[in-house]
């Protein structure tokens, strides 16, 4: 029994180490949100800029006969789009900062952050190659199950333990009992047992169904226990394969921002000159911003695969 309180003892310290693990995470993914809402928001600060700037340049040269009525529509439909961004963005970082300080042990409030987003990502660490299965032994889920397995195998000998009589062995100098002298040379059919003696004869059944239940309660736990790993592996799997994939993705998608950027830069330069309409300048201005904004969560994610991959790892890599 003594056992078993002490590896019960040591899963619920498990238990706490992956809530601190978990609370960890929670909050690093939580702050790199933060930072990416307050990318998505400069990057829609700047397009409404923009969108505020070419509708003044399309009024003007609706006044001079240059423009249409269809071309001040058109640029109308960047600056709202942006407008309609911002207030989006502005809404989910009031909701970040309460769930940020929620996990912080706060009121609701602002988070003091810093702002410098790309410097953050660039600062990422980069994860090793040859990561040992090893690193997977600490995870506070595995060492939890495990202690747990540990406490059902000691509670089934304390089980097994209930079959013996409860008397004393040898006597107050050493010698043999007169409890186990009595116990071995009574009739069967006499009393003269101590009662702890006798009752094992009589809860036996009761002994065997305590026994039964231990056993198929390790065997329960031994399931768990396996549930756990392959828990485990999965999660680093998933984690490994998020943080490659999207670093793929991000770099074919900070091409695309830059194709977008000369894009747009020609189509507004063919626009000034009279060689497009302000339908082709309105295209490449809204296709970036979108861009830009996925760029930004593609970035977010790639945070987030390391955050995931900490945690799958019960605590980072470091050994």
């Known amino acids: 029994m003594n056992e078993a309180a002490r590896a019960q003892y040591l899963a619920t310290e498990e238990a706490r180490r992956a ?20 990318r998505q928001l400069a990057i829609a600060q700047r397009t409404r800029d923009l969108g505020a700037d070419g509708l003044r340049l399309t009024q003007l040269r609706r006044e001079r006969g240059v423009a249409t009525a269809l071309d001040t529509r058109q640029a109308e439909q960047l600056l709202y789009t942006a407008t309609a961004q911002i207030a989006s963005v502005q809404r989910q970082i009031a909701q970040t900062e309460d769930d940020l300080s929620v996990l912080l042990g706060r009121t609701p409030g602002d988070i003091s952050r810093t702002d410098r987003f790309i410097e953050t990502f660039n600062a990422r660490p980069s994860v090793p190659v040859g990561l040992p299965s090893a690193l997977l032994e600490r995870r ?14 000691a509670q089934i000998g304390a089980a097994r333990a209930e079959y013996f009589p409860r008397i004393a062995l040898t006597g107050l100098l050493g010698v043999e009992s007169r409890d186990l002298t009595t116990l071995l040379t009574a009739p069967a059919r006499t009393w003269s047992t101590a009662a702890g003696a006798v009752a094992p004869v009589f809860n036996a059944g009761r002994t065997r169904a305590t026994v039964r239940l231990a056993e198929s309660v390790e065997r329960e736990l031994v399931i768990d226990y396996e549930r756990a790993i392959y828990r485990a592996l999965r999660d680093v799997s998933d984690a490994l394969a998020g943080y490659h994939k999207t670093g ?25 000159g009279g060689l497009d309409s302000y339908l082709q300048v309105l295209d490449a201005q809204r296709n970036l911003f979108r861009s830009e904004l996925d760029l930004a969560m593609l970035q977010r994610l790639e945070l987030s695969s390391i955050v995931e991959l900490y945690r799958a790892l019960g605590g980072g890599w470091n050994q």
Do not use: G, H, K
């Not at 993914?29 to 930072?35: R, T």
């Not at 506070?140 to 195998?153: F, G, K, T, W």
């Not at 074919?252 to 507004?268: G, H, I, K, P, Y």
């Open 19 to 38: 809530v601190i693990t978990t609370l960890i995470a929670d909050v690093t993914d939580a702050y790199f949100s933060l930072q990416t809402l307050d």
């Open 140 to 153: 506070p889920d595995i060492r939890e199950a495990e202690q747990a397995l540990v406490a059902a195998n």
């Open 248 to 272: 793929e993705q991000r770099a074919q998608q900070e091409q695309l921002v830059a194709a977008l950027r000369d894009a747009t830069r020609l189509s507004t330069d063919r626009y000034q």
